[in-house]
C-alpha cells in the first residue's frame, strides 16, 4: 500500500490498567468489519529508540528491523503470515517512516473476523498508558481509548493470573499511578481520548459501544457484542493452555456478572487498603470509596507494597534518562531475565493454524 495511502489512516490506542477489560474491548474492535487490532505486543516502543529516525528503509535496514520484529515479546502469538509480511515491507520506499513501517504491519496482521475496507488501525497494549507523549511522538495524531474498571474488582482480578506480584498493596498504588499519569495526558487535550467504564461496557454494550463508534467515526454494529462466536477460530490457533489462562472468558458472552464482585470477596481490611491507597483517585475515576479517613498503622503497613509497586517504574524512568540507547536496551534485557515478566513464559509457544485470510483490505 502507497505510504500516502497509509497516512489517511488514523491509529488508535487501547490502554488502561491490565485486567480492566481491554483484551474483551480489543476483540470488540477487532469484530468490526473496518478496524484491525491484533493482540498485544509493544515493538512499537521497544524499537523506536532504534528505528525510530531512521531516515532511508533500504533493504538492509528493513531486514535488520525485521529480524528484531520476529524476536518481541508476544509477537510469536500475531497471526500474521511473516514471509508476506517480509516481502510487503521490502516493497516500502526508501523514504518512508518508522510510523508507515508500524501501520504496515498492522495492516497485515490476520483477524478472524471479516474485514472490509480498513479504516482504523489499532492496538491495545496497558502498558503503553505510561507512554502516550511517547505514542505522540511518533503518531502525531493518535486517539486513545482508556478504560477503566473498579480498583477493587481490578486488583481481585490482578490476583488470580501471574501479571504481576499478587500483593494488594502494589496492585492497588498500580492503579492509581495508572490513573494518575493517564490524567495528565488526558487533560491537555481531552479531544483525544474516549474514557469508558468496564462496569457501564458489561451493563450496556450496545449503548456504549455506540458511544465509542462515534468517537471513532464508523458506525456501530451488533457484531461487537457477539465476538465471542469466534470460539472455534480461536481454537484452532492457539494452545490450549494459552487459551485456558488468558482467553477464556473471552468465550462467554458479555455480563455484569463480574462487576462488584469485590463486596463478596474482600474482607473489611482489604477494602479499607484499597480505598486508602487509591485515595482521592477513586472519586476523580467515579467510583465511590468506603474508608476515606486513613488509619496510620495500616498505611505504614501498607508501604512496603506501595513502594514495591512504584519502585519497577522509577528503575525504568531513570534508566531511560541516565543511560544511551544500547546501554538501555542491555539494562532492559537484564531486569527480564532478573524478573522474569509473565509475557516470558509465552516465548515458545506456536501457533496451531494461520488463516491466509485478509492479509490487506
Request: proline content about 6%; charged content about 25%; hydrophobic content about 40%.
Amino acid at each position: 500500500m502507497h505510504t500516502t495511502v497509509l497516512s489517511k489512516i488514523p491509529f488508535v490506542f487501547i490502554i488502561g490498567r491490565p485486567r480492566s477489560g481491554t483484551t474483551m474491548l480489543r476483540f470488540m474492535l477487532d469484530a468490526h468489519p473496518n478496524i484491525r487490532i491484533p493482540l498485544e505486543s509493544a515493538f512499537i516502543k521497544n524499537l523506536f529508540p532504534k528505528y525510530g529516525k531512521i531516515k532511508i528503509w533500504d533493504e538492509k535496514t528493513v531486514l535488520t528491523f525485521f529480524e528484531e520484529l520476529l524476536r518481541q515479546p508476544q509477537y510469536n502469538l500475531w497471526t500474521i503470515d511473516n514471509d508476506f509480511l517480509k516481502q510487503e515491507l521490502l516493497k516500502v520506499p526508501e523514504n518512508s517512516t518508522f510510523q508507515d513501517i508500524c501501520k504496515i504491519i498492522y495492516l497485515n496482521t490476520i483477524s478472524f473476523f471479516e474485514k472490509n475496507e480498513i479504516k482504523i488501525l489499532a492496538d491495545k497494549n496497558p502498558p503503553y498508558t505510561l507512554s502516550i507523549p511517547l505514542l505522540l511522538k511518533i503518531f502525531p495524531d493518535a486517539r486513545f481509548i482508556y478504560i477503566v474498571r473498579d480498583y477493587r474488582d481490578n486488583v481481585l482480578s490482578m490476583k488470580n493470573v501471574d501479571f504481576e506480584k499478587p500483593w494488594l498493596p502494589s496492585l492497588a498504588y498500580r492503579w492509581r499511578y495508572y490513573n494518575k499519569i493517564f490524567l495528565k495526558s488526558y487533560n491537555k487535550d481531552k479531544s483525544r481520548f474516549h474514557i469508558v467504564k468496564y462496569e457501564d461496557l458489561v451493563k450496556e454494550p450496545e449503548k456504549y459501544l455506540t458511544k465509542l463508534c462515534e468517537f471513532l467515526n464508523v458506525n456501530f454494529i451488533e457484531d461487537m457484542i457477539h465476538y465471542n462466536r469466534i470460539k472455534d477460530e480461536v481454537l484452532k490457533t492457539y494452545p490450549q493452555k494459552l487459551i485456558d489462562v488468558y482467553l477464556k472468558s473471552l468465550f462467554e458472552p458479555v455480563s455484569p456478572n463480574k462487576v462488584e464482585q469485590w463486596k463478596n470477596k474482600m474482607t473489611k481490611i482489604e477494602i479499607q487498603k484499597c480505598d486508602m491507597i487509591v485515595g482521592k483517585y477513586a472519586e476523580i475515576m467515579h467510583y465511590q470509596r468506603i474508608y476515606k479517613k486513613k488509619n496510620i498503622l495500616l498505611f505504614i503497613g501498607c508501604l512496603p507494597g506501595m513502594f514495591y509497586g512504584r519502585l519497577y517504574y522509577i528503575i525504568l524512568d531513570t534508566a531511560k534518562v541516565m543511560l544511551p540507547s544500547k546501554l538501555r536496551e542491555m539494562f532492559f534485557k537484564m531486569l527480564v531475565k532478573i524478573y522474569k515478566p509473565w509475557w516470558t513464559k509465552n516465548y515458545s509457544i506456536k501457533l496451531k493454524n494461520i488463516s491466509t485470510k485478509n492479509h490487506t483490505a
